[in-house]
């Protein structure tokens, strides 16, 4: 499957989950709409584009299960969150109950928010590894107070990999009467997502990670009851609309200026992609390799995993606990000596080597970062004990 991407051939890639990478044929998709926006800007952007990405919503609304009337394409998860979060009721002492998980840029989000705001933005410690599903739920809920209004939570954590069990956090806080606020940046074509089924306030999932976009296409769920008590990031025509649309919410939300957003539009070729290749029967092939990976370079590292071995807990994305003191000096060697492209993440003051594994990775790639880490290890005490 290397051969229907980008990618510099020389390079071990095993780092799709940081920003994607797209297939030559959506990539090519995304240019015809790029020279369809030059070939005539004024009608591609007052016209045509409104048709093409109400087809793109419509194709991407089927494959998640909801209505595509709820959801709007952001550039990236960051812009759709800000876009949320500046629109919430925050008063002085309301809770947002969180953890220690989520995606660094989201918590720095929230802080900014809660300072002006008065409210408090919680962090519940979940301890690691993680025992079982109900001994992580158990441990989130002690976070609950009354003052807990909304809570922000992560379906797939971004440093440690984890996927975490949100629909019963969904179920709960229906029932405490709570608003769920899910980051599901690498859920789409990573997981099943049912956004029917799994019922929350507000989701956000990029499409540039593991549906194959290209880079900057997102797309934003609000439930509709809520939809006009959100706020655009950026005032535009669509306030006080000289022709309303068919909600305040798209309105606001779906024209902000001219951009290139031509990536919104490619959902139905990287869905045409997946279908091509039995992507998704692929990916799962790709998960059994990556479970069985998580154990084998555990071994090697002398450490535990973070998590029950298991899909309720992994899919192609795994963090694998390291020893090292210069996390950035590790990174820098595997790629400048390797040609291996891998993050190193962090939570808190622990590090991991984080891998995911695409149907265009091979057991080649993975033995490539094995032999790597042993020979940094004998040679490199510095970078990796």
Known sequence: MVDEFLFDKEMVYLNHG??????????????????????????????????????????????????????????????????????LELNEGDEILSTNLEYGALDRTWRYYCEKSGAKYLRQNISLPIKDKESF?????????????????????????????????CEKARELGLITIIDGAHVPGHIPLDLKDLDPDYYTGACHKWMLTPKGCTFLYVKPEL????????????????????SQYLDYLEYSGTNDSSAFLTLPASLNFFKKHDW??????????IREACKEFCDLLNTEPLCPVTEEFLGQICSIPINTTDPIGLKEELYQKYNIEIPITNLEDRFFIRISFQP?????????????LIEIREKRPDLLS
Do not use: C, H, M
């Open 280 to 289: 998704l029967e692929k990916t799962n092939e790709s998960k059994q390799i």
């Open 137 to 169: 739920l158990e441990e989130f809920w002690k976070g609950l107070s009354d003052k807990t209004k909304y809570i922000f939570i992560s379906q797939i954590t971004s440093s440690t990999a984890l996927i975490l069990p949100v629909k019963e956090i």
């Open 227 to 246: 939809q006009d008590g959100v706020d655009p990031l950026i005032i535009s025509w669509g306030y006080e609309a000289d022709v309303p649309g068919e």
């Open 360 to 372: 265009f990775n091979t057991r080649n790639d993975l033995d490539a970062l094995k032999n790597a």
């Open 18 to 87: 940081s920003f994607g990478a797209t297939p030559k044929d959506v990539f090519e998709d995304y240019r015809r709409w790029q020279l369809e926006l030059e070939f005539s800007p004024v009608q591609f952007i007052t016209k045509k584009f409104k048709e093409a990405n109400n087809r793109s919503k419509e194709a991407l609304a089927k494959f998640i299960n909801t209505n595509p009337k709820d959801i709007v394409y952001s550039p990236n998860p960051t812009t759709a969150f800000n876009t949320v979060i500046r629109s």
